[in-house]
């Protein structure tokens, strides 16, 4: 018996194999590199930092290549001419997600509706509550949160730095999301919850770390067994509990009377063809996609300044020149294009989301004489060497420099053809991150205001040596490439800043 089983197994990988080979030889997909029969590159595939991986192989293999596991394709788009071209231009048939079985996206059919992982439409929900211009009515919170973290970093020095940019980032959306007060600094944190989810989620997105979603032959077997779904619908069921607790507690509008998300979806329920189900699980996406990407833009932000010292002194004298003795505010905004300049140049320098998410071709398309088939997974390779760090646009990638994006006044130049507004870090097309103007706000306020008090210094160890964090010392977080936890030292700039940044925020 024993022996029958293992021998139609064997037949089974075998026929597997050479269906995988026929369809490599035929497929009319771009090359890549070669890999093994069944397991294609699987076994080159690491664990973590995947982005690294598919940059070495754009240096090799082009703008667009293919790699393959368990005989499933995937497109990576390695320049930002083909990145637009394939994501913007041909956005009609290359905005669907790639199903997420072992999250429970398909096997609880149409519950799992968080958003950045699921197939759930063309973005345009979210432009009704989060455009560049409601977003504007945040920006009395996000002023007040930049002065809070900064009173923050002066009042609680121990603790750690990198602590205190997640409350802030936790804050702003949290708020923005469901009211209620600024999350205090020493704790508690009402959105601990979410964030483990949130992490459970991500890790189980990449395409490495699901053996199912890398082999959908699987879902019916995942469907109808429920030790099988167990991981998946205990995440679905304890995300529901809490998503629904916080939509239920959310109160209307926060401190400066804008109107919270879920109260804004909650009183057009009707006319954006909503349930309060689909609006629950909307502003779930918008916390769980927000929250460790605006953490993560802090940190890099601060590796910036410290490893960059002289762009620190030019942020500080621009700062200096329009604000004196008084914190900045949005409305200094326009004449201080150097901080707008040093978002554009995190954004590059360091994606946060290194590969975007992933998008799925939902038809067959032809793309450069290449057949692209429907179900084809495509990653936007932000990170490579066509896309941020393409010389030609941007001279000298690896450098971290601000002043590309000005002219000889210090004005912001125009952007190049397809960059999206060099804000390529946001992604391609109709699943663009709806929360791009809501997080540049937030970016553009917490540098202005950590760059107007504080001179940023590394720590000393006690024979007086400094501890360095080096601008490559990355850690990857599932879709999310951060720096690695670092000490910082701040020096307060301004006499009585504690006084000024009360004043700021009237308390
Ligand atoms: C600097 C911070 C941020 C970065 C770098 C970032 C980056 C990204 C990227 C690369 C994508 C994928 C876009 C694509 O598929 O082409 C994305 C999607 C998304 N982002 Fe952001 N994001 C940030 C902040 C935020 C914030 C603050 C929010 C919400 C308040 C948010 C909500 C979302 C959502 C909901 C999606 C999924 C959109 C969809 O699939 O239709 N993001 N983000």
Known sequence: MLLLAASLLALVVVLAAVRDGIRKRTSRLPPGPPGLPLLGNILQIPSQFLAYKLHDWSKQYGPIYTFWMMGQPFVVLNSIKVAADVLDRKSDVTSDKPPMIKMACETEVDSCQVRPFADVGDGRLYAYG???????????????????????????PDKPFNEHMHRFAASIIFRSTYGGDTIAHMGPDPSKKIEDLTLRLM????????????????????????????????????????????????????????????HDLNINLEKYGMTKHDAMWMTLALFMAGQETSHTVLRIFALAMLNNPAVMRAAQEQLDAVCGRRPPTFADRERLPYIDAIIKEMLRWRPPVPLSLLR??????????????????????????????????????????PSRFLDASGNLLPSPPDTRSDLLGFGHGRRVCPGKDFAVNGMFISFAYLLWAFQFEWPVDESGKQVICGVDEMESHALVATPRPFGVVLKSRHESLEEHLRAAMKE
């Open 203 to 262: 890790a189980a997105s990449l395409p490495q770390n699901s053996v199912v979603d890398t082999l959908p032959f699987l879902k019916p077997l995942i469907e109808n067994v429920k030790w099988l779904r167990k991981q998946a619908d205990d995440w679905y069921n304890e995300v529901c509990e809490e998503g629904n607790r916080l939509y239920d507690a959310a109160i209307p509008a926060d401190h400066w009377d804008a109107t919270t998300t879920v």
């Open 130 to 156: 989060f455009n560049i211009r409601s977003t504007m009515r945040f920006t009395p919170m996000q002023e007040n949160e930049a002065a809070h973290l900064a009173l923050g970093l002066l009042r609680h």
């Open 360 to 401: 799925m071709a939902s038809e067959d398309f032809e793309y450069q004489g290449y057949t692209i088939p429907k179900g084809t997974t495509l990653i936007d390779n932000i990170w490579c060497v066509g896309q941020t760090r393409d010389a030609s646009v941007y001279h000298n990638p690896d450098a971290f420099d």
